[in-house]
């Protein structure tokens, strides 16, 4: 048993999973009472409270693994399903409400807890059952008159879906507010403190760990989803991460141009083949907070020539962006500064010719790279707050895919996702176009027909002055190679590595 401990530990050059405090959700609490005491002038007391349902699969029995309401998390740091949560705005007083659970959940779901024990694990004020919540509400605002609830819902930018509000029974005896908590909560949640930054780090740095193993341990001939299972498996094993961030997207060959590759319909299925590019979009999620890490390489561990080329047109781009980004700077502006620098670097590869500037008018950019640039990171993948009431998003094609066009803010946490990609029903259109068929050499893409695409993606913390990259994946061409071909990472002697691949760069024209 010892041996086994030990050789656990080995497999993974972090340490163990971080306990999590809950002083980061009684943090959350304070900030948003913060800001809710700042937009309202109202002396009266109000509450508020929302909470998250466990769900069986259609009309079985059987119930899906459950994860907390993102906001609910943020606010409480509650793993179990079925709670509701309130916080008196007038004094910062948080109460959590619990269900009321059977006799015979003791023989089948475990241990019935006491409400002393929730009280005491979510460092809350009060804890009550559910069946009290209109009785506790009413007597903690002193019963002489309606309480007023702050209900969260809202518009979520990113999916279009509203956050369903609480409802409780005899909400009559209730003043309800449903316009006010979700901006000002979003706002909350868009800024990290340094607990929430520290869990973010973590899931990058098992996500990383676990795409180096991936790329170790990818060969020709292997199914996508034999990538996704080491990868799931990395994150668990070592990581204590059960959840993923989002469904994992392990594409390769031509599979690799379907942006939200992995669903259902595209199951991570195909068989990998000598040649191919594997684009593996795949991060992992820690107590709610998650990672979104994008790697892209060659299958059989080496780089041809024109993988190179788009592999270092998107590389260029993702460091261009990382370099320009600090608190003030216009996030559409970082997506033109990437699309731009891709074509630059395409042009010289003879891919597409013409001035880029008249690209850019022309929107060629988005022909290759038809999505936004990145988004917001935290307890949600696509964290909210990319668009308020008063912005309007861009129509252009690739711009309007931006998933928000903020100006950069110090505590953000973002990802830098470039892409170049092949993909017949944009290009094809772009090409009979008499206004943008003169860009392309058509000789050239026919030659890239079947290749896919490339994407590289950071999790990037915006600084004072500056950015931090959360992300510690290898990244230059000659580290992917040196780690698929067996050396440890970090690379520890990176210097002769460097020399030798960029002999062998030089000497196949690539630069």
Known sequence: MAEEREAISMASSLPPPPQVPMELHAENRSKLIRSLREHLTSSSRPLKGFGGEEKTRYCTDHVELFRQESYFAYLFGVKEPGFYGAIDISNGKSILFAPRLPADYAVWLGEIKQLS??????????????????????????????????????????????????????????????????????????????????????????????????????????????????????????????????????ATGENSSILHYGHAAAPNDRTLKDGDMALLDMGAEYNFYGSDITCSFPVNGKFTSDQRLIYYAVLKAHDAVISAMKPGVSWLD???????????????????????DDMMVERIGAVFMPHGLGHFLGIDTHDPGGYTKEMERPKEPGLRSLRTIRELQEGMVITVEPGCYFIDALLVPAMENPNTSKFFCHKEIARFKSFGGVRIESDVHVTSNGAENLTKCPRETWEIEAVMAGASWPLLDKSSIHSENNGRSQSDGTQ
């Open 117 to 250: 024990y929730f009280k005491e694990m979510y460092m809350v004020n009060m804890v009550c059952y559910t069946d009290e919540i209109v009785e506790v509400l009413r007597t903690h605002h002193g019963g002489s008159e309606k309480p007023l609830l702050f209900l969260l819902y809202g518009l979520n930018t990113d999916s279009n879906n509203f956050s369903k509000p609480a409802e409780l029974k005899e909400m009559e005896k209730f003043e309800t507010d449903l316009s006010t908590l979700h901006p000002i909560l979003t706002e909350c949640r868009i800024i990290k403190s340094d607990l929430e930054l520290s869990l973010i780090q973590y899931a990058n740095d098992i996500s990383s760990e676990a795409h180096v193993e991936v790329m170790r341990k990818t060969r020709a001939g292997m199914k996508e989803y034999q990538l996704e299972s080491i990868f799931l498996h990395h994150i668990y094993m070592y990581g204590g991460c059960r959840h993923c961030s989002y469904t994992c997207i392990c």
């Open 334 to 356: 970082m997506h033109k500064l990437a699309e731009r620098t891709i074509l630059e670097s395409l042009k010289i590869g003879g891919i597409i010719i013409g001035d880029v």
